[in-house]
Structures are given as C-alpha cells and as structure tokens.
C-alpha cells in the first residue's frame, strides 16, 4: 500500500467504499467472472464481481459459496435488473451476507434497490444520463459506474472521455463514481482519480489473465486483435431493441446480423409477436458467449471486449496486471 501514496490517496473515498486496498473493480463478464478470476481479483487487493448473468438462484447461491472458499476479502455481486427472478436473487445475495451489490442493465425495478439496501449491503449502479444518475442516486444508490461505449459487452453510445467531463464535476465531490470502459493502464487510472472519480473498472484488462477459466482460443483471439477489432453490432429492424453489443468481428457478428434479418420476417408475417422476438435475441446472444468463452468457439461464438483488447499481449496473473496499474497510475501522478 505505502508504494502508491498519490494514487492511494486519490481512491481513499473508493477503497473506503469497497473495503479494499486499491479502488479497481472488476466488470462483471459473464462466464468469465466466476469463482476463480472474482477471488484473484479480491485477493489481489481489487474488486471481483460475479457475473450473475441468466444464474437461477441456486447457481449464483453455489458460486458464492464457492468464491467465499477462495478469498476472505470483499467481493460484489452483478444482477441483471430484467432477471425475472431478481427478487429471489437478491434473497440469495442476503443469505451470504453480500457486501456490494451491482444492478446492471437498466433502471432498478421498484423495491429492488431498498430490497438490497434492507439487509445491509451497498448498492451500485449504471446510469447513462446524468438526470438519471442523480435520481438514483438521491433514492437510494450508494455509488454510480459511468461506463463509456469503449467497453466490450452491452454499451450506451457516449464515450468515456465525454461521460467523465460531463458527470464526475457534477457529482464526484458528493457521491462514490467509478469510471469504466476503455481502460487499460495505469496512466488512464489516474488521468480520470484526477478528474475526481473514486476509482475505476476494469473488464477487458482482466478477462484473459492466467486466472481466467476462459478458453486458451478466446485468449489467443484477444491478444491478436486490434482495437479497431472490437466494434459494435448493427441494428437492423428498428423495432427490435436490440442493445448494442461491442465484441471482436468474426463470423458471429455476422450470424447476429443475419439472426435480426430472420426474426424480422417472422415478425412481419405475424408468426412470432415482438416479445418471443425479444428473447430469440437475447437467447442468441447467451448461446453464442458461452460457446467463445467455455467451448472456445471463436468463429461463431461471441467475442465480447472492449476496444483496450488492443492493450493485451499475454497472459498474465491478476496480482501482476493489478500491481503493473497501480505502479504506472503512481508513476504518472509523480510526473505530474
């Protein structure tokens, strides 16, 4: 701790916060941040977060079990706020005594934020407006993620650069914000410590180190890849809400495209409504993840990175990512 003063001192409401040494969170990535990569994270002084994902409550109930087996330091859970079963994960969260919980990928529905916040447990949450933002924060959120259409996975469509000018002098001296997507050295860390966020988090960076169950394919995939690799899928039909995705192109970007083209036309001739075409999307998209990151699928499964996949170049233990961040974040601050 004593080799990082200015960057320390600049997380201290973060690490605060999180009970942890270094203000560095871990994306939740589905499939990859499980049991193994959460617990090296936490044990590295960081932040791990479960990817919950489409977990039934006795699956989430197991991997934090067996994440609480690996690390005796603090670790978060992720819950996708569409989940139909939130509530009921939520109840699983309380009987392990989480200590942080993140609600991501939309509004909380109502009574899940207090339903969290009953039990003792911190809440943290995304938000792509500033209004939004405030809202939440002001009825109950504990900390906010700002997160940049730089980063892999479902994205808004602001960039990082601008979200960070646009919110953290609004809310920084009030409220815990950490800042995400695009970030992959210590340089970024401390560029946006400065602009007042309490710490960061980091998804890409962390999704191949040696730690990682993910397949040796999907890492060999990232550290090939370039930035501009890592782009953001198309909508085709404006009447399916299809969230962006950003993974790396291949033959699965292209499976996804033509997947919309099809149920388009089921729609059109009236053999699915537009809520069985919603989730023949989103059933594609968790099939095809699974298949790149488990059975290392990298043609036709889902490549999801951000575009700071351009950054890796090896595998490396999480101990050794977390320490190269927080030496180049001290080193920039000292330059300064």
């Known amino acids: 701790m004593t080799n990082y003063p200015k960057t320390s001192a600049l997380m201290a409401r973060g690490r605060e916060f999180l009970g942890t040494d270094y203000a560095i969170l871990c994306g939740a990535m589905s499939w990859v941040s499980e ?139 009030e409220f815990v914000v950490f800042v995400a997507g695009g970030i992959g050295t210590g340089d970024m860390i401390a560029a946006y410590l400065e602009m007042g966020a309490s710490g960061v988090q980091l998804g890409t960076r ?29 909508q085709v039909d404006p009447r399916l809400p299809v969230i962006p995705v950003r993974a790396l192109k291949n033959k699965g970007t292209e499976e996804f495209t033509a997947k919309q083209r099809e149920v388009a036309k089921l729609l059109d001739a009236g053999e699915v409504d537009m809520l069985e075409a919603q989730l023949q999307i989103e059933h594609f998209w968790a099939g095809a993840l699974r298949r790149a990151v488990i059975d290392g699928d990298v043609e036709s499964g889902s490549l999801m990175a ?31």
């Open 306 to 336: 951000g575009q700071s996949v351009g950054l890796l170049k090896e595998e490396e233990p999480v101990a050794d990512i977390i320490t190269q961040l927080m030496e180049q974040s001290e080193a920039a601050l000292t330059r300064r």
């Open 206 to 234: 962390f999704a191949c180190a040696q730690e990682s169950i993910a397949h040796p394919d999907f890492k060999k995939a990232f550290f090939r890849a370039k930035a501009r690799d890592a782009e953001t899928s198309v």
């Open 35 to 173: 049991r193994n990569l959460v617990s090296a994270i936490s044990n590295g002084g960081g932040f791990g977060v479960i990817a919950c994902g489409a977990m039934t409550p006795d699956l989430l109930d197991a991997e934090i079990a067996a994440t609480r087996a690996l690390t005796d330091k603090p670790f978060g859970v992720n819950l996708i706020t569409m989940h139909p079963q939130l509530f009921d994960l939520i109840g699983v969260c309380e009987k392990h005594g989480v200590s942080h919980v993140v609600l991501a990928g939309g509004i909380p529905p109502k009574g899940s934020v207090e339903a969290i916040k009953a039990f003792g447990a911190k809440v943290i949450v995304f938000a792509p407006t500033l209004a939004l933002a405030k809202k939440l924060l002001r009825s109950g959120a504990d900390a906010l993620v700002i997160e940049g259409s730089e980063a892999g996975g479902h994205i808004g469509p602001v960039a990082t650069s601008v979200l960070a000018q646009e919110f953290l002098p609004e809310l920084a001296s």
